[in-house]
């Protein structure tokens, strides 16, 4: 580097990624599905209250949004949702956020209402659906929500069959299990496939694969064929032909079989996943192309992203692959990211072309260097993997003598895993003279069921001390400051930040948004979905509250130490708001310097453009006022107590 180049201390560079530039005029594509020969896409949209609209485009032609003006197409189902819209024959299906009832838009732009409301006492919501060959029926999961004197009751997940004639009858198909997902009927309308599972497992636990003849409306002969407690089952898909095809992590990867009766046939396999966490609907990993001919995403243990064919891996160009479909089942098209570019639209394996991409950032990529993935010690002798950013800036550095400071993230689920593309919330920190650890902690996914398995009891444990392992390791090659190291984290990454800052002291600082602060009252108070989540990851409650209880930063707050700021949504399901109100309160009689914002309207993440910016800025001024950096922003100083 040349000496004329301007010398800044870390932290207190001039960098071109603003909060604002997080989400004005910015759109993220986050779903694709086709149709024929037709592209559609969702795009979430901070600028119009973090809404999500279906955009629909021809080969060739203009992208148009085909969603109705201020309409969001957004499921509840599972609080997560996904799979919130689906197309046939140039129509689209969509389950709009305010009310959750299914819709149809037809070709020619008008809308059909396809459900009814509910009786009273119950909440319905929708989600992955698919309708049948001869265009009658739409197959999806319904989520039945009771209120009823504000009794406590789970809600009833069923898989139903919607009239596409907007009768708004409804007939339910398949009902028993706690959970469905993946209902697909086979094109020769004689089958419903679809996966379901039970408490207390999780969907990358265990999950069911059955089949039944569907008739008349009804299923008949339903059977199990796949799958069990200990075996993940995710995404079956027809052939034209109407062979079955599944993922399973019965090798303790999650490959590609073929359903038999006489012994289910592994069609791509190997050391690596196809499939992911279910956290949402509707995700499609492989696509079966005429012939039976099959392509799908991988991911590798060292991070590496790849198309696989029965024969053979090509390397996929892109650092993710989200999601993959077909053009009238002969070419790919594919939903994906990399370092210098977010999630984009591309077309072919062999000879990729772009078909839609967000809007240009327009920075230079030197601020966008790829991340070093590094496998590290942990503090008990194993291996957990971090994916290091350095502190990036073309024309800016600092003293020699100075060492970063570190922001170490700790990822959600904590059933997840670290991104690996384009995040300019991540860059907005190393072009201003951070440097970046993501932490893939035991538990993590990726790198097959047994590294994931890893935290089953542990959660609370191997996650927090991995996160310092990170950190020290870092600190040991001269890559962190050690008198300036923080971590942030969101819902189970939130506990993650809690945990570390109770029991270990190399943090000085930390960002808890939406975070488990007492285990206990998130056993007895989230949603269906995450319900029975803790019996696998801390013990079965209550016969093991004394673990829940040790485990619970709540209770482990007269050793915190170091400051911290809170971020949370008023209107979360998944964490609520009395988690962080918990930890805010210990924190004021404690007497440790925290700062906290609750965001009206929010739920478990935010959307709202001015909420991302307020966030992300009042994390940045909250830290430079505790490591006494001078932000190069003119930005609001966040009000610490």
């Not at 004021?588 to 929010?602: N, Q, S, T």
Request: charged share 25%; hydrophobic share 35%; with cysteine.
């Amino acid at each position: 580097m040349e000496s004329s180049t301007p010398i800044q201390p870390y932290g207190s560079w001039d960098s071109p990624i603003s909060a604002d530039s997080l989400v004005s005029g910015v759109s993220t594509i986050s779903e694709i599905k086709t149709d024929g020969d037709r592209i559609w896409w969702s795009e979430s949209r901070p600028d119009e209250g973090g809404r999500v609209a279906i955009v629909s485009m021809q080969q060739g032609g203009a992208p148009r949004e085909v969603t109705p003006p201020g309409a969001n197409a957004r499921s509840k189902v599972h609080e997560y949702g996904g799979g919130a819209w689906w197309v046939e024959s140039d129509s689209l299906f969509y389950v709009n956020f305010d009310d959750q009832r299914l819709r149809k838009v037809l070709p020619d732009h008008s809308e059909l209402l396809l459900t009814p409301e509910p009786p009273n006492g119950q909440k319905w919501r929708f989600a992955d659906g698919r309708i049948t060959t001869d265009g009658t029926w739409c197959i999806c999961v319904r989520e039945i929500h009771h209120d009823l004197d504000g009794l406590a009751i789970e809600p009833d997940n069923q898989l139903v069959a919607v009239s596409t004639d907007g009768s708004m009858e409804i007939k339910e198909l398949v009902v028993g299990a706690d959970f469905y997902a993946f209902p697909r009927p086979s094109p020769d309308g004689e089958f419903l496939a679809w996966v379901q599972w039970n408490h207390p497992s999780m969907p990358w636990w265990g999950t069911e694969l059955w089949i039944g003849q569907f008739h008349e409306g009804q299923i008949k002969n339903a059977q199990k064929i796949a799958g069990g407690k200990d075996e993940s089952v995710m995404q079956p898909e027809w052939s034209e032909t109407s062979d079955l095809y599944f993922l399973s992590d019965r090798s303790g990867w999650s490959n590609l079989y073929l359903f038999n009766p006489q012994g289910d046939e592994l069609i791509i396999g190997g050391e690596f996943d196809i499939g992911m966490p279910l956290w949402v609907f509707d995700q499609s990993r492989y696509v079966v192309l005429s012939q039976n001919k099959v392509v799908a995403s991988v991911t590798t243990p060292n991070g590496k992203s790849y198309f696989a064919t029965t024969t053979n891996l090509i390397p996929a160009k892109w650092s993710s692959v989200h999601q993959i479909r077909a053009l009238d089942n002969e070419e790919i098209v594919f939903l994906s990211a990399s370092h210098t570019k977010g999630p984009s639209i591309i077309k072919g394996v062999e000879n990729q072309r772009l078909l839609q991409e967000p809007l240009p950032h327009n920075l230079d990529e030197k601020f966008l260097p790829s991340p070093e993935l590094i496998e590290f010690p942990t503090l008990d002798g194993n291996s957990a993997y971090v994916r290091y950013y350095a502190p990036a800036h073309p024309t800016t550095r600092a003293p020699e003598s100075e060492d970063p400071p570190l922001l170490v993230l700790a990822h959600g689920g904590p059933t997840g895993s670290s991104r690996n593309e384009l995040s300019l919330a991540l860059r907005y920190w190393t072009s201003r003279g951070w440097a970046v650890a993501d932490v893939d902690y035991r538990g993590s996914t990726g790198y097959g069921r047994s590294f994931m398995n890893e935290l089953n009891g542990k959660w609370g444990v191997f996650d927090v001390a991995d996160c310092v392992a990170a950190a020290r390791f870092l600190v040991s090659k001269g890559l962190a400051d050690p008198e300036r190291l923080a971590i942030k984290g969101g819902s189970a990454g939130g506990l993650t930040v809690l945990s570390a800052l109770s029991n270990y002291d190399d943090f000085s600082a930390g960002s808890c948004r939406y975070g488990v602060a007492d285990l206990e009252i998130l056993a007895k108070d989230t949603h269906k979905f995450e319900s029975r989540y803790l019996d696998r990851l801390i013990g079965k409650y209550p016969e093991e509250k004394d673990v829940y209880i040790a485990r619970s930063p709540i209770y482990q707050t007269d050793s915190i130490q170091s400051p911290m700021i809170i971020l949370q949504g008023s209107e979360d399901a998944v964490v609520p708001p009395n988690q962080s109100e918990l930890i805010v309160n210990a924190l004021k009689l404690k007497g440790i310097r925290h700062a906290y914002i609750l965001f009206e309207g929010e739920g478990h993440g935010f959307r709202k453009s001015e909420n991302i910016i307020e966030a992300l800025e009042s994390e940045y001024s909250f830290f430079s006022q505790i490591f006494r950096f001078e932000p190069f922003d003119d930005i609001d100083a966040v009000k610490i107590s």
